[in-house]
């Protein structure tokens, strides 16, 4: 059997002999994924909620609560950056309203 094959069959990677301490450490990982160890006080009952939720889903609470957050805050950024282009917008359009006459004017004196 060539060691593809092993590999495929499970004979190859399954058991300790044939796994490799990494030589890497904890914060290189999170380094490398962009990840960053924070401490958040939570209610007990919110965790085994969330633990629930996760399993049920067949994934881990850890990456699911990433998940959940990354969403949120995509979304809260895309509804604030919507909310401040309004009001640049709507900014514009008084001031556009205010100066429209003298520039209209003007355009009109040069035409002529």
């Known amino acids: 059997m060539s060691n593809v094959e092993l590999w495929e069959s499970g004979e190859l990677g399954t058991t300790e002999a044939h796994a ?9 990982v999170d380094d490398a994924l962009g990840l960053q160890l924070i401490s958040i006080r ?11 939720i996760a399993e049920y889903h067949g994934v881990g609470y850890q990456p699911m609560i990433r998940d959940l957050l990354n969403r949120f805050a995509r979304s809260e950024i895309k509804k604030i950056i919507c909310q401040r282009l309004n009001e640049i917008e709507s900014s514009e359009e008084t001031v556009s309203e205010s100066s429209t006459a003298p520039v209209k004017e003007f355009l009109e004196k040069m035409r002529a």
């Open 20 to 28: 490799q301490v990494s030589t890497g450490s904890k914060q290189e």
């Open 42 to 52: 939570l209610q007990k009952q919110l965790v085994n909620d969330l633990k629930k």
